[in-house]
T-cell receptor, first 114, second 112 residues
Framework: GQQVMQIPQYQHVQEGEDFTTYCNSS?????IQWYKQRPGGHPVFLIQ?????EVKKQKRLTFQFGEAKKNSSLHITATQTTDVGTYFC??????????????FGQGTILTVHP | EAQVTQNPRYLITVTGKKLTVTCSQN?????MSWYRQDPGLGLRQIYY???????DKGDVPEGYKVSRKEKRNFPLILESPSPNQTSLYFC???????????FGPGTRLTVL
């Protein structure tokens, strides 16, 4: 079945440093979504990428979707302590009989040292 | 306020005692889903529902049942819970399948 691998599992940075997390899918995706989960909280939607090669920005966050629609990345520029949390990618199966099946990556836990 | 609610938020039970975790959304969403979250494994989809009376297995459906009799509710049923079902469970909904998902606050379940 579809697998989504996310790396790294943990990332510790000093405040002001950049941060990147990567997702790779074993199959072609219809779209990919990114979520953030604060410690003790629930996942909150950040963005959805649909088109091959798409790049979207939200302030200091840059999201990319690969040309083959099998990989994606999230880059945070100049991290702040408010960026602390776990970042998940989630890939939507590209058709067939299981269109609604969403597969999450394992998540990257980001800690930011002030 | 638009939201997804889950009950209970915390539950400690014993092996074999049937339980139901309720999930309700007030956004008229068609799509609803259940996930379990375990350290190092991320969120794994248990079941999802594209609409009323339509449910499908996710990646880890064994030991769970769901039903979708009404649009707003999507209960998760554990007929005979076992310790390996100890986990943090999230319900989520979206307007349609594939759209951004809104998550409930989570239910922390411990099976002794």
């Amino acid at each position: 079945g579809q697998q989504v691998m996310q790396i790294p599992q943990y990332q510790h940075v000093q405040e002001g440093e950049d941060f990147t997390t990567y997702c790779n899918s074993s199959t072609t995706l219809s779209n990919i979504q990114w979520y953030k989960q604060r410690p003790g909280g629930h996942p909150v939607f950040l963005i959805q990428l649909v088109k091959s090669g798409e790049v979207k920005k939200q302030k200091r966050l840059t999201f990319q979707f690969g040309e083959a629609k099998k990989n994606s990345s999230l880059h945070i520029t100049a991290t702040q302590t408010t960026d602390v949390g776990t970042y998940f990618c989630a890939g939507l199966n590209a058709g067939g009989t299981s269109y609604g099946k969403l597969t999450f990556g394992q998540g990257t836990i980001l800690t930011v040292h002030p | 306020e638009a939201q997804v609610t889950q009950n209970p938020r915390y539950l400690i039970t014993v092996t074999g005692k049937k339980l139901t975790v309720t999930c309700s959304q007030n956004m008229n969403h068609e799509y609803m889903s259940w996930y379990r979250q375990d350290p190092g494994l991320g969120l794994r989809q248990i079941y999802y529902s594209m609409n009323v009376e339509v449910t499908d297995k996710g990646d880890v459906p064994e030991g769970y049942k769901v039903s979708r009799k009404e649009k707003r509710n999507f209960p998760l049923i554990l007929e005979s819970p076992s310790p390996n079902q100890t986990s943090l469970y999230f319900c989520a909904s979206s307007l349609i399948g594939g759209d951004e998902q809104f998550f409930g606050p989570g239910t922390r379940l411990t099976v002794l």
